[in-house]
């Protein structure tokens, strides 16, 4: 809808699309149009009637000329009833009063009728100070009250752990029904009765059974809904807020921390600002907490004589740069390695690795601890589009068709399941969700197509899905040198019917699924760790290169190919180098030419060859070739892929330098180990899937004794005699901007919430079609597929430092299909010990009919399972035997 | 309200009780599915046939209407609330709905609902202890030109006074 | 006879049945139109008629079938309000327990007219047993190849079912009885897109009461200018009036439209009952504006009533008497939308509430002066304000008794007490909120 049409607003002219709203219309006017019930994620509703205004069109004459007045402006019809200015979209030469008699009478009406059975109770709310309600009778209202009648009432009820609901303060607006519904998908609010005895609930009043993400009370314009947490706490005029980036996933959500002193009483959404607006899943609303655990470390420590105490600052650096300087001095640069930081800011992440190559001059530096196999560091650049303009969230909400392979968002990404959710409600989106479970998105409810593959039948599948594509061939709009590629590639794949074999998914259901995607306008591929971090990873995500060319989601000109990464910033580790064989900007250090500024800027030779991933740098270390290793910002006793050969790594090596918040299993086998600040306690830029770069705010100072990692690696490079001198992160930033293709021309003031995306004019990495063939390769273990992944409650080794987050997590368990159960002799709850090539895990079992047979499924991140105890999975997967325990026979 | 809030705490302890369907129902509701385009809108036909069968909708039965229609529990649970002839409790064998709306007002029914409750010792909304009885007041019954009327669960009587109304709950059981 | 048209055979023995409608006649039109003349002759004929919506607006039959789009993909569906809840309304409900097969006719026939193949009658919950008898007739029809795949050999096909509500006021609503009929909680849509365009499940959509589509039988039958004998220029026909309140013979009466009220109710009815004096008339559900006993010579058609400052609504003739109480007759037409509100929009769900508040303080003789002007602003903060027109109508009958009566309402405030000597002893008063369930 590119036409625009004229409306004036209490006589201020302007011009807006057609189709826009009078509310919107109004606030491009500057005129404020107060609204309760309508919310910018859900449909025009028009119930509250709060942002009702007088509408009028110019009259005609004969001849259907505009009459005027005897001042020669145009005679309005004004409509002879006011009109919802949130359900009413502009007309060319529409006139809207809001300032008029009968305007001004009618929302005083509804403002009063609004309080007719609100309590006053406005002293205790924790809404008072940001209450829509209050703000909107101070500013419309009447200065005293004709109601003095009782009052209908209540009684409030807490609906589970997270929502404290006050009913009587209900303005039934709705919006935390038709969010949990349009947005969650939950469906776990409702209204109960009707008239004036409407009252929000749950089924039967009972606890919400939903993601607890809270965003029902963040959408709620008054106090009825509050949090449990927070109840209390604070007055927020008394609260600092500072706008920070989520820590815990990909999506980039902006998080408003509220401050008192230097404690964080809680986070919201950002209400306008952000990719997110008002939107927090629950770990962004709740996982805060870790930073004000009381387990934080609160110095360096040093292991001295065999255990690790206390240390001053300058001499942990003092201590490991000399350590570092003597064993690449006695081994080679090439001795020690870098691992980790896709938790980091981008900035951290820069200097990070140019320690390792500008300063200590090794290229072995991988962000990817949990890999299982090496993926070449410009493997996902290519399959999203190689730097040109890409699929944004919003637009991936918008569009016709996604596709999501082999993740569960739900854990992975909440908020772009939930832009999915939202696209299928109100956009037409179709969902194709390809994963061996039955994920939320799978779910027949959001009525998309549900690829339930065989496990390890991954990359057949998205063979097959190309294979299928081609079948209609080489999409137009595609460079020459592709469409022949393709060409060939279609030959050498087999027929969908082959795929169809493995994966037990149909030819006929694997053709409309490509179909779909390819005739799709708007489309989408989404895909993250599953694929990363399979042992087939580097064939699996050439596939999907091959298959986004195939679909035309890859065009000369667009890229609709999403990658979801692990952590927050794991793309800014991607961009910045963290990978052994390519510098910032995804430069190879091969190219002499592409490699100069670098050399230039650093003052240093780098090394051309390209360094050790982390599962090599894993076996190296085990294998004692590897002598030190830092590693910052990853818990990776837990995170590398096996736990035996990292006990053995870590027990070979000469130094190990930890960076971390806690002493985690990892810090405690370290000889250096320095007490880092957390999100919160420093500023700087994360990376989100969308390639979107956005600055979170120092929202407190760092705990006693920590510092933000970006100034202790600056502390160790001079202490290794590079003359850094970094103030800010800003700094660090314009060098980043000046070197690295694709950022630059980026400006430290532009990267606020919902910052730009990066772009490169010109590609980064030419198309590779190739048939994605995995190496031969038997899976580890036998007996059943061993399924992982992310789980909302719990991500990473942060989470469960809070006491929100284990809570509502609970403790994990191994999903077994009824079936299989059966099979197994296995009932609910009982324990079982699930034994792999390398070890075994004993946890209770849960019966979960969205695990198919043949598999268990446990999820990642709980403390007190590591799955990495079971081996490293290789081929196409990890199998594993579970059986019942004695212990579940003596009732323990 | 609170008292409310207890019945409700007492019956949700019937979630846990496994729901008794007869195959009449069963098949009243299999043929209620194929009146319309989608399930979703069988809900009221379904929610209906499960009120006749058990005299109320317990939560279990709007749990097993979930997933019949294949809607979100509380959603069901948000319709079922909305209408006001959907029992969330139970009732006894004889209901009776006295219209007090403007016509059936202006022609007594004040006096014969007051009748009622002192007949029955029972006040609106309430049960007879032995489940023979219960009394609700009801809006407009469109029955006013036989004002005041009543309706016995679906049973019309109208044209109604003291006299009459006692002859008629002696015919009940 | 008991009235020239949809009364002319209504207590017919043996009129529910195929057999005993058929043999005055029925279906005979069907017969004639479906297949044989052409669906947009019949929406003219329609038109040509000047039937107009005997649902409560007026709106004309024709009209609103030529809005359903021709050409659209999409199904079309007719749907019957059957809701009839309108308080003093009770006319559909005989209609339909004594004459199903005429309503059956009506929908077939509209259905052919907009090329609809499939109907719903929404009946209010209470009318269980109508369901019953319509269900049966139904049945007969399909049997008799009168509805379903073939309607009467033509080859146009028509699914009749019905639907049973559940005891809300609102349903009667065109845009809430369809969210209603899809399964959702029964609150009024957004309008437009109207139902004509966008109606039940997203397809046009044509409702219309029951009456109205009784009457499309004979139209069709008889032709326009036949239909147009009865009523004036522009409300033709006839309409059935539900008269109750204290009048020697309650019931249903079907009228020219036109005829003064005061015939109706003296002459048709009988009069008042022994000793009783006509003190106001509501005279088309409790929804409209009353007249006092002075304008009781209004017509009663569309135009008329409106000159007088109220509607014909739905044509439920409540006649109160001198010995009632405005007061407490106000406060429980207000207490009736204060529990049929459907909670969604703000003005109605609060404003009524607020407004019984007030009535049942003038009534009880705890007035305030300031209450008089208190309830009319209430009344018109909530006209033209609410979402859907059941606000509307509780506003209406407020502003009605206040311009009427408010001698009587300020005699509460001043003398803490009725004006008028309480006939009805006894009141037994309850907050709407004690009627709720669970
Ligand atoms: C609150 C409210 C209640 C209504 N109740 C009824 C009803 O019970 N029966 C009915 O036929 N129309 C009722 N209507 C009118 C319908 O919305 C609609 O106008 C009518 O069904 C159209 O049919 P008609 O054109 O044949 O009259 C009601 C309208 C409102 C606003
Ligand atoms: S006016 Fe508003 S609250 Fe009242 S019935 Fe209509 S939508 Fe519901
Ligand atoms: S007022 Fe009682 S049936 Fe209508």
Redesign the interface.
């Given at each position: 809808m590119s036409a625009t049409v004229k409306v004036t607003v209490d006589g201020r002219t302007i011009e807006v699309p057609a189709g826009t709203l009078i509310t919107d219309a109004a606030r491009e006017a500057e005129v404020h149009v107060p609204i309760f019930c309508a919310h910018s994620k859900l449909p025009?509703?028009?119930?509250?009637?709060?942002c009702?205004v007088e509408v009028g069109m110019p009259k005609l004459g004969p001849g259907r000329l505009p009459v005027t007045g005897a001042d020669g402006a145009p005679e309005i019809a004004w409509l002879?009833?006011?009109q919802t200015g949130c359900?009413t979209t502009v007309a060319d030469g529409m006139h809207v009063r809001t300032d008029s008699a009968v305007a001004v009478?009618?929302r005083k009406?509804?403002m009063?009728?609004?309080l007719?059975?609100h309590p006053l109770d406005c002293p205790v709310c924790d809404e008072g100070g940001e209450c829509q309600l209050q703000d909107l009778a101070f500013a419309f209202g009447a200065d005293f009250s004709?109601?003095a009648?009782?009052k209908?009432?209540?009684?409030s009820e807490d609906l589970g752990p997270i929502v404290k609901k006050e009913a009587n303060r209900c303005?039934?607006c709705m919006r935390c029904v038709r969010y949990c519904?349009e947005m969650m998908g939950d469906?776990?609010?409702?209204?109960?009765?009707?008239?004036?005895?409407?009252e929000i609930s749950?089924?039967?009043?009972?606890p919400l059974e939903c993601e607890q993400c809270g965003n029902c009370i963040e959408v709620c314009p008054v106090g009825a809904l509050t949090a449990l947490p927070y109840r209390f706490k604070a007055r927020p005029w008394d609260l600092r807020q500072h706008i920070t980036v989520c820590p815990y996933c990909p999506a980039g959500c902006s998080v408003r921390l509220g401050v008192r002193g230097m404690e964080i009483l809680r986070a919201r959404g950002t209400e306008f600002r952000g990719v997110n607006q008002e939107y927090l899943c629950v770990r962004g609303r709740f996982g805060y907490e870790f930073v004000s655990s009381p387990d934080r470390l609160s110095s360096p420590l040093l292991r001295l004589g065999g255990s690790l105490a206390p240390a001053g600052f300058d001499e942990a650096v003092t201590y490991a740069a000399a350590r570092l300087r003597d064993i690449a001095a006695a081994h080679g640069p090439q001795a020690i390695a870098f691992l980790g930081g896709d938790k980091l800011n981008l900035e951290e992440q820069y200097l990070f690795q140019k320690l390792a190559r500008g300063v200590l001059g090794t290229s072995n530096v991988d962000a990817r601890t949990r890999a299982t196999a090496r993926l070449p560091g410009d493997a996902i650049l290519r399959a999203t589009g190689a730097g040109r303009p890409s699929l944004t969230l919003d637009q991936l909400s918008r569009a016709g068709e996604a596709l999501v392979l082999g993740d569960d968002l739900q854990g992975e990404a909440p908020y772009v399941q939930s832009l999915l959710i939202l696209g299928q409600h109100q956009n037409g989106l179709h969902l194709t969700v390809a994963h061996p479970r039955r994920v939320k998105l799978a779910r027949?409810?959001f009525g998309g197509e549900w690829l339930a593959l065989k496990p390890g039948s991954e990359l057949t599948l998205v063979n097959a899905l190309t294979a299928a594509s081609l079948e209609a061939g080489v999409p137009a709009g595609v460079p020459a040198e592709v469409g022949a590629a393709l060409a060939s590639l279609a030959s050498a794949l087999g027929s969908p019917e082959a795929g169809a074999r493995e994966t037990g998914i149909s030819a006929d259901d694997l053709r409309r699924a490509a179909k779909r995607l390819c005739a799709a306008d708007q489309k989408a591929i989404v895909f993250g760790r599953a694929y990363t971090e399979h042992p087939q990873a580097a064939a699996l995500v050439q596939a999907i290169e091959n298959l986004g060319w195939a679909s035309g989601a890859l065009t000369a000109k667009r890229a609709s190919v999403m990658f979801v990464g692990p952590q927050h910033d794991s793309q800014g580790a991607l961009d910045m180098g963290l990978t052994p064989d390519r510098l910032p900007g995804y430069v190879d250090p091969a190219d002499a030419a592409a490699r100069r500024p670098f050399e230039q800027q650093w003052g240093a030779a780098l090394d051309l060859s390209p360094g050790l991933s982390a599962p090599e740098i894993l076996e190296a270390a085990a294998e004692g070739r590897v002598k030190a290793l830092w590693i910052v910002a990853d818990e990776w006793v837990k995170s590398a892929p096996d736990r035996a050969r990292i006990e053995r790594a870590l027990e070979r090596c000469e130094l190990v330098i930890v960076n971390d918040l806690f002493l985690t299993a990892t810090a405690k086998r370290a000889h250096v180990v320095f007490a880092a600040a957390s999100f919160a306690e420093k500023e700087g830029v994360a990376v989100n899937c969308e390639r979107r770069l956005q600055r979170s705010a120092r929202a407190i100072s760092p705990r006693r004794g920590a510092r933000p990692d970006g100034e202790i690696f600056q502390a160790v490079a001079r202490g290794l005699g590079a003359t850094w001198s970094y103030r800010t992160p800003e700094d660090v930033f314009r060098e980043i901007a000046r070197l690295t293709p694709g950022y630059q021309g980026l400006s430290w003031a532009q990267l606020l919430p919902l910052g730009p995306q990066w772009t490169s004019p010109a590609p980064l990495a030419g198309p590779r079609i190739a048939p994605a063939i995995a190496p031969a390769a038997a899976e580890a273990g036998d007996g059943l597929w061993m399924l992982s992944g992310g789980t909302l409650f719990l991500q990473g080794s942060l989470s469960y430092r809070g006491a929100q987050l284990p809570k509502l997590a609970g403790e994990a368990r191994a999903r077994l299909h009824p079936d299989q159960a059966q099979r197994l002799g296995i009932g609910d709850g009982d324990t079982v010990e699930i034994a792999g090539s390398g070890g075994s895990v004993t946890l209770a079992a849960t019966l979960d009919d969205a695990v198919p047979a043949g598999s268990v499924f446990v999820p990642y991140a709980f403390r007190e399972c590591d799955l990495n105890r079971l081996g490293a999975p290789a081929g196409a997967g990890l199998r594993v035997r579970v059986r019942k325990t004695a212990a579940a026979l003596v009732g323990a | 309200m609170s008292a409310t809030r207890s019945l409700v705490a007492a019956l949700s302890s019937d979630l846990l009780q496994p729901l008794r369907i007869s195959d009449a129902t069963r098949a009243e509701i299999e043929k209620s599915l194929t009146r319309y385009p989608n399930r979703r809108s069988a809900v009221m036909p379904v929610l209906w046939a499960l009120q006749l069968e058990i005299g109320w909708l317990p939560p279990a039965a709007l749990r097993y209407a979930a997933s019949v229609v294949e809607l979100p529990e509380s959603e069901v649970f948000g319709i079922a609330t909305f209408y006001t002839m959907f029992n969330l409790r139970p009732v006894g064998r004889h209901h009776l709905q006295v219209c007090m709306t403007l016509s059936c007002s202006l022609m007594g029914a004040d006096r014969l609902f007051r009748h009622l409750e002192k007949k029955l010792g029972i006040g609106h909304g309430e049960t007879t202890p032995d489940g023979r009885f219960s009394l609700r007041r009801v809006e407009c019954l469109a029955a006013c030109g036989g004002a005041p009327c009543l309706q016995v669960n679906f049973d019309y009587h109208e044209n109604l006074d003291e006299a009459k109304v006692d002859r008629l709950l002696e015919t009940l059981e | 006879m008991r009235g020239p048209l949809l009364f002319s055979d209504i207590d017919t023995p043996g009129l529910a049945s195929l057999e005993g409608y058929r043999r005055g006649g029925g279906y005979a039109t069907l017969a004639a139109v479906v297949g044989k003349k052409p669906a947009d002759e019949c929406i003219e004929i329609v038109k040509q008629s000047g039937l107009r919506g005997r649902g409560g607006a007026g709106f004309p039959t024709g009209l609103k079938w030529s809005f359903v789009p021709k050409n659209s993909p999409r199904a079309r569906y007719i749907v019957c309000n059957a809701d009839e809840s309108e308080p003093g309304t009770f006319k559909d409900r005989e209609l339909m327990e004594k004459n199903p097969h005429l309503l059956i006719e009506g929908m077939v026939l509209a259905g052919y007219a907009i090329g609809s193949n499939t109907g719903y009658i929404y009946l209010r919950g209470e009318f269980e047993y109508i369901q019953r008898i319509l269900d049966r007739a139904i049945d007969e029809t399909r049997a008799a190849g009168l509805s379903g795949a073939n309607v009467a050999g033509s080859g146009f096909r028509f699914d009749l079912h019905t639907h049973l509500g559940a005891g809300a006021y609102i349903c009667g609503e065109e845009t809430a009885l369809l969210s209603s009929l899809e399964g959702f909680r029964g609150q009024p849509r957004l309008k437009p897109p109207f139902p004509a365009v966008e109606g039940l499940y997203a397809c046009p959509t044509l409702v219309n009461n029951v009456e109205t589509l009784m009457n499309v039988p004979h139209i069709l039958n008889h032709g326009a200018a036949w239909f147009r004998q009865w009523g004036t220029e522009k409300s033709p026909g006839t309409k059935i009036l539900s008269v109750s309140g204290p009048v020697k013979r309650p019931g249903n009466y079907e009228v020219p439209l036109g005829m003064p009220l005061s015939q109706l109710i003296d002459d048709l009815c009988g009069g008042m009952r022994d000793g009783m004096k006509v003190k106001a008339v509501i005279p088309g559900g409790s929804s409209v504006p009353l007249l006092p006993a002075s304008l009781l010579d209004t017509g009663l058609d569309f135009e008329s009533m409106n000159a007088a400052g109220t509607f014909l609504g739905s044509g439920g003739v409540i006649v109160i008497d001198e010995g009632t109480c405005m007061v407490d007759a106000l406060w429980n037409i207000t207490r009736f939308y204060e529990h049929e509100s459907c909670g969604k929009c703000t003005p109605c769900r609060e404003g009524t509430y607020w407004m019984s508040e007030v009535l049942r303080r003038l009534e009880h003789g705890e007035g305030r002066a300031d209450d008089l002007d208190l309830l009319a602003d209430l009344a018109d903060n909530i006209l033209g304000k609410s979402f859907c027109a059941l606000g509307d109508a509780a506003a209406m009958p407020v502003q009605g008794a206040l311009l009427h009566f408010r001698d009587e309402f300020e005699h509460h405030v001043t003398h803490r007490s009725c004006l008028v000597n309480r006939r009805r002893d006894g009141l037994s008063v309850v907050r709407p909120c004690e009627q709720a369930h669970a």
């Open positions: 025009p509703l028009g119930a509250c009637r709060i009702v002879p009833k006011v359900t009478k009618a009406g509804v009063e009728f609004l007719v059975n004709r109601m009648d009782a209908r009432t209540f009684v303005i039934v519904d469906d776990a609010l409702t209204a109960h009765q009707r008239g004036v005895l409407t749950s089924f039967n009043r009972q027949s409810k | - | -």
